[in-house]
């Protein structure tokens, strides 16, 4: 698989300007029906998220853990592409695959000891090309290393909660 990537002038630039590396992502989210959100993103880009309809939903779009698990999957995906470039490291086909377990009894309160999100996640990659093992392995190396989404999952992040409510009009 060849690719027009090239994040070496990326890497000069941040390396040269620090602060031009840092951005900020944003999404607002609207609940428009029984469990079904509208999302925006900073970016512009808009989509659905709703749970099934075993959970009370009308199963209208991926739910938000199949979203946060299509998260790390494509950054991955991402990751490997970046990575691949920088180490010099070719492949032609690359393949993620990310399952994970959720105990529901967290989330809907059964169980106060269970935690609500994800016990244990697994990502599966398969890639194919030119190279040795060991350089596909160093390459998962770099990406596990610096993918931002693996980072999130497996690291805690603070996180600022703030309730606003509008004054009765």
Same mark, same amino acid.
């Given at each position: ?51 099934? /309809?075993? %959970? $009370?939903?009308?199963? @209208?779009?991926?739910?938000? +853990?199949?979203? =946060? #698990? /299509?998260? %790390? $999957?494509?950054?991955? @995906?991402?990751?490997?592409? +970046?990575?691949? =470039? #920088? ?83």
């Amino acid at each position: 698989m060849t690719s027009a990537l090239d994040p070496r002038p990326l890497v000069r630039l941040f390396a040269e300007h620090p602060g031009r590396a840092a951005a900020r992502f944003a999404a607002a989210h609207d609940l428009t029906g029984p469990t079904r959100v509208e999302v925006s993103t900073g970016s512009g880009h808009r989509f659905t998220v709703d749970e099934p /309809a075993s %959970l $009370g939903g009308a199963d @209208a779009a991926a739910n938000p +853990v199949e979203y =946060a #698990l /299509a998260a %790390l $999957g494509s950054c991955q @995906a991402i990751t490997y592409r +970046v990575w691949a =470039a #920088l180490l010099g490291i070719a492949f032609d086909r690359l393949h993620v695959a990310v399952d994970g377990d959720i105990d529901l009894r967290g989330f809907f309160g059964v169980d106060d000891g269970i935690r609500p999100g994800f016990g244990a996640i697994r990502v599966k990659v398969t890639i194919d090309g030119p190279e040795t093992a060991e350089r596909y392995a160093e390459l998962t190396a770099a990406v596990n290393r610096h993918c931002p989404v693996l980072d999130l999952f497996s690291n805690p992040v603070p996180v600022t909660h703030e309730l606003l409510i509008p004054p009765p009009a």
